[in-house]
């Protein structure tokens, strides 16, 4: 029965929705970055909803992430939970990572990417430099009633994804400078908030945020820990220890969003399988007794720095 309402629902949405592009002019929906969202999905994504999925997602993300937490993903099975992963997920990057995005000055196209991103969506990444960066409301701060702060931390990077925003959200998002996003990406690590880029099939199959996360909001955090789904991937690093700084205080533990640490015998103990490398213990031991280091077997970062000599050996 629950199925049967959530398919009423979506219908009647994507009904409604595409009704107001009918009659654009009037509603004032069909906006010029509306109308470049469209031209950069193609036809092929308008005729099978994906442009109008796109649409209602960018326009309405904190009630859509809302109804995706509470309604819809406590119901999907094993087949639904493998293909929200397939359309929707991030991966994991360290400070580092995060700021060599937004410091990218020239365009990076990538291509076969299955150690960095493994999964079926974002095969290929398109880094424009120096990219456009519009920071916007958390859409999942805003789905809970004691949101950690602040709330604006969503980096949108590259058009038209930025130019979409700014258009449809005026009051909530606001353009950022290369300095104002770094000082930003900062900001948040010392808060203890790990930096995640997103992938979304709805939104051209490309990446095209920089989230902030926290794990108590973050609803990738939910997803994984409370019902077992990877929507993340690791971003290529593992923590390590200095047994000799380590007190045994437990902040690392409080701290770690996978429930990777624990202490035993007054000293950090990592579960390697759990650990991300987000560096978020890096960051929070008072006693620097943690880092995080290179793992090849937890997949190749997204480091365009690194990736830049890879795909374009001349530059």
């Not at 929906?29 to 109008?52: E, K, V, Y």
């Not at 120096?130 to 701060?141: A, H, K, Q």
């Not at 077997?297 to 890879?310: A, E, I, N, Y």
Request: some cysteine; charged content about 20%.
């Amino acid at each position: 029965m629950i199925w049967i309402i959530i398919a009423i629902v979506i219908a009647v949405i994507f009904i409604t929705t595409l009704a107001f592009w009918l009659i654009g002019e009037r509603w004032h929906l069909l906006r010029p970055s509306t109308w470049a969202m469209l031209r950069a999905n193609g036809l092929r994504r308008i005729f099978n909803l994906s442009a109008i999925h796109g649409y209602i997602y960018g326009r309405w993300t904190i009630k859509y992430l809302g109804i995706l937490r509470n309604l819809i993903y406590p119901r999907l099975g094993t087949r639904g939970m493998r293909w929200l992963r397939n359309s929707y997920h991030g991966k994991v990057l360290t400070q580092e990572n995060a700021e060599s995005i937004i410091l990218l000055n020239h365009d990076i196209p990538l291509q076969d990417l299955e150690q960095i991103i493994p999964y079926t969506l974002a095969r290929e990444i398109v880094l424009t430099g120096p990219p456009d960066v519009v920071v916007s409301e958390c859409g999942c701060r805003n789905n809970r009633r004691e949101a950690c702060q602040p709330t604006q931390v969503c980096m949108v990077v590259g058009k038209p994804f930025t130019d979409f925003i700014l258009e449809h959200h005026p009051s909530s998002s606001r353009r950022l400078t290369q300095v104002e996003a770094i000082e930003l990406l900062r900001k948040e690590h010392e808060r203890g908030h790990m930096h995640t880029a997103w992938f979304k099939d709805a939104l051209i199959d490309r990446f095209y945020v920089i989230c902030n996360c926290c794990k108590c909001c973050c609803l990738g955090v939910e997803f994984m820990m409370k019902y077992g789904n990877p929507v993340m991937a690791s971003s290529g690093y593992i923590a390590q220890l200095d047994e000799n700084l380590c007190k045994g205080c437990g902040i690392c533990v409080n701290a770690c969003p996978f429930n990777a640490l624990s202490i035993k015998d007054q000293i950090s103990i990592l579960d390697w399988d759990k650990c991300m490398g987000c560096g978020i213990c890096e960051v929070m031991c008072p006693n620097n007794a943690r880092s995080v280091v290179l793992e090849e077997r937890k997949g190749t970062p997204l480091d365009v720095r690194l990736l830049v000599g890879k795909e374009n050996p001349s530059q």
